[in-house]
């Protein structure tokens, strides 16, 4: 019996070119429907319970062709716009919102820097303004050369110019957190709003519209309570960010004994895995590409394909990969 399952992710998902931010990096509206379109011919769409009854040997096998659906980080994008398609073609999704945006009304840092580069014209005035932070705080913070900087953070990415992967690592990980967040919310003051609240009430769904969903049969699923790098910080950390998210699905109805965590950014560690399965984690979706073959990967290290591994409209016309190029990877 078949055991494998191609897993897409899914983010932003909007008109684009009619949206205040045309350009953030999305996947246009019109595009998902072709993609809906695409993985309905190619694929059989299954559900996050079919898999967690698959692990548990309630049936025996999936579909020869499985595809399941996940949506990162909450966004209003998912109910406007993801949810009604999901509804009418009767697909399931997994959306895994991180728990302050919703209770706290906070913009994910990693949101902050998105909208600051889809506001600016050139990228090079962020990466000055970060090289002139380094030069001030050089001494202060013991910060290596901008130098070493540029040349460890400006390679090697799948989708981004050197400048916005340097902008994205630098504000993401490279430097001290206190210096971080200080140019994060400085750049998002200048470029984007200096209303976080309100702001951040546009960009995420609230809880009445996840218990929406989850009552249409949508599966809601963890992404941490801070979005943070979880294999960055102690465990101790970690528990509180497993454990303040639970209480969070907790409150949505969501079955905390059968859940599932979907990592910030894709970061775990030992430490957070058996912290996971202590706590009755059931699957842990990373973003490592490939297929998930539910046999013989470990539960919690299960790999996703990316929305731009796909094509963009239903005849595989366009998108990084072919059909034929699906098709032999599906049968891998």
């Not at 694929?43 to 996940?70: K, Q, W």
Request: aromatic share 10%; with cysteine; glycine share 6%.
């Amino acid at each position: 019996m078949h055991a494998t399952v191609t897993i897409v992710t899914y983010h932003f998902v909007r008109d684009l070119r009619n949206s205040r931010f045309p350009a953030i990096k999305g996947l246009d509206l019109e595009s998902f429907r072709g993609q809906l379109e695409f993985i309905q011919k190619h694929y059989t769409f299954v559900t996050m319970e079919d898999l967690l009854n698959f692990l548990d040997r309630r049936i025996d096998g999936l579909p020869s062709s499985a595809a399941l659906l996940t949506f990162d980080d909450g966004y209003i994008d998912h109910f406007t716009n993801v949810f009604p398609l999901l509804d009418e073609m009767r697909i399931q999704g997994s959306f895994f919102p991180p728990a302050q945006t919703v209770l706290e009304h906070r913009v994910l840092d990693v949101n902050k820097i998105h909208f600051v580069l889809a506001s600016i014209p050139e990228p090079k005035r962020v990466v000055q303004s970060i090289m002139d932070a380094v030069n001030q705080h050089k001494a202060e913070l013991d910060l290596a050369d901008v130098g070493y900087y540029w040349e460890h953070c400006s390679t090697g990415h799948r989708y981004d110019p050197p400048e916005v992967i340097f902008i994205k690592r630098m504000l993401q990980k490279a430097l001290p957190a206190r210096l971080r967040v200080r140019l994060i919310d400085d750049l998002f003051r200048r470029y984007v709003t200096p209303d976080e609240g309100a702001f951040a009430r546009e960009l995420y769904m609230g809880m009445d519209q996840l218990r929406c969903m989850h009552r249409h049969g949508m599966f809601i699923g963890s992404h941490g309570h801070t979005h943070c790098w979880l294999d960055s910080i102690s465990p101790e950390e970690q528990e509180r960010e497993i454990d303040f998210s639970r209480c969070f699905l907790r409150d949505l109805g969501v079955d905390t004994d059968n859940w599932v965590m979907c990592y910030p950014y894709g970061g775990y560690n030992e430490s957070l895995l058996a912290i996971l399965r202590r706590k009755g984690c059931r699957l842990g979706l990373t973003v490592n590409v490939g297929l998930a073959d539910l046999r013989t990967a470990d539960p919690l290290t299960i790999s996703r394909l990316d929305t731009n591994d796909l094509p963009k409209r239903p005849d595989g016309a366009s998108g990084s990969w072919t059909l034929t190029a699906i098709q032999h990877n599906r049968q891998a």
